[in-house]
């Protein structure tokens, strides 16, 4: 018997979702031919490949250095498939992202991307800045959007875009029409502010908090849209980044408070796994990315999409 492609497939889909029935479901086939497979390639190499915990499937001491060595085969095997036309870029491409990124910027970057390669099928998940980076690094996912720091051994980023954080109003807040404000002006105004473990939450409470004893925090949220839309319609201040409250500044909708002590400014980091071959798409997409970005620069932060 030789080693297939599909038992090399469920082999990956199994270490990464941790289950049978969630490498079947990915793939595309009934379980009892999914567990078929790992078992015929565990019969085949003479080796167990993982290890039952529960109700997950979690690789052996042999199992781990072959996941590498799987995941390698199946890159190449896509950007063999994708020859078939050699002046087009084609595959699957799995991008994660942390919001506001993954909501306000990605979105317009990835249809600008498919108009140019109409054969790139692209699946965007949005999710925490941890997670994102254990996706890549488990290769869940080709290529990620951070605004936490990584360190990481297995990861590469690079610096992708800039983004600030902002204290928003409505038109006719009190304050709005002020060129400066103090951040003592801000002691006893109400906030709507985001779920706690938001990294826009933290920086602003941590800096906020350098100066001020206490926030008059009246409305918290999950929401971005529910938070802009709630100071858009009343008294309420909120800091937010800057990507997600851009249009609504631009619309008159928002006003920005320029408050001296609350400057802070984030990096958004473009992520790959270090030393792993990636698809063509892949690829493509982040010399895309790069490409966008640095006219976003040479445009002083315009983010257009042409």
């Not at 085949?44 to 979690?58: E, I, N, T």
């Not at 602003?204 to 925090?217: G, H, P, Q, R």
Request: glycine share 6%; with cysteine.
């Amino acid at each position: 018997m030789r080693i297939t492609l599909r038992q090399i497939a469920v082999f990956e889909a199994v270490a990464r979702t941790g289950s049978v029935a969630g490498a079947a479901d990915e793939i595309g086939l009934s379980a009892s031919a999914a567990s078929m497979s790992l078992k015929d390639l565990e019969t085949h190499l003479g080796v167990q490949l993982f290890a039952r915990s529960g109700r997950r499937m979690l690789l052996t001491d042999r199992g781990r250095p072959m996941l590498e060595m799987a995941r390698g085969i199946l890159v190449q095997v896509a950007d063999m498939e994708s020859l078939s036309l050699p002046e087009e870029v084609r595959g699957r491409l799995r991008i994660g992202a942390a919001v506001p990124v993954g909501d306000y910027v990605l979105p317009r970057l990835c249809a600008a991307f498919m108009r140019r390669h109409p054969g790139v099928r692209v699946e965007l998940r949005i999710m925490p800045s941890h997670e994102v980076m254990e996706g890549v690094r488990n290769m869940a996912l080709d290529v990620g959007f951070v605004g936490a720091p990584v360190n990481s051994s297995y990861l590469e980023a690079e610096p992708w875009l800039r983004d600030r954080l902002v204290v928003c109003a409505a038109p006719g807040h009190p304050l709005a029409g002020r060129a400066t404000v103090p951040l003592a002006k801000l002691a006893d105004q109400p906030w709507a502010l985001e779920k706690t473990l938001s990294s826009e939450r933290i920086s602003f409470t941590v800096e906020a908090l350098k100066s001020l004893n206490s926030l008059n925090i009246v409305f918290e949220g999950d929401s971005v849209e529910a938070i802009k839309r709630i100071v858009g319609d009343g008294a309420v201040l909120a800091c937010l980044s800057s990507l997600t409250v851009a249009d609504e500044i631009g619309r008159g909708e928002l006003v920005e408070l320029a408050v001296p002590e609350l400057r802070f400014t984030r990096i958004v980091s473009l992520v790959s796994r270090r030393d792993t071959e990636q698809p063509h798409a892949c690829r493509a997409f982040r010399d895309f990315a790069r490409q966008r970005s640095e006219e976003w620069v040479d445009q002083e932060n315009d983010l257009s999409f042409s």
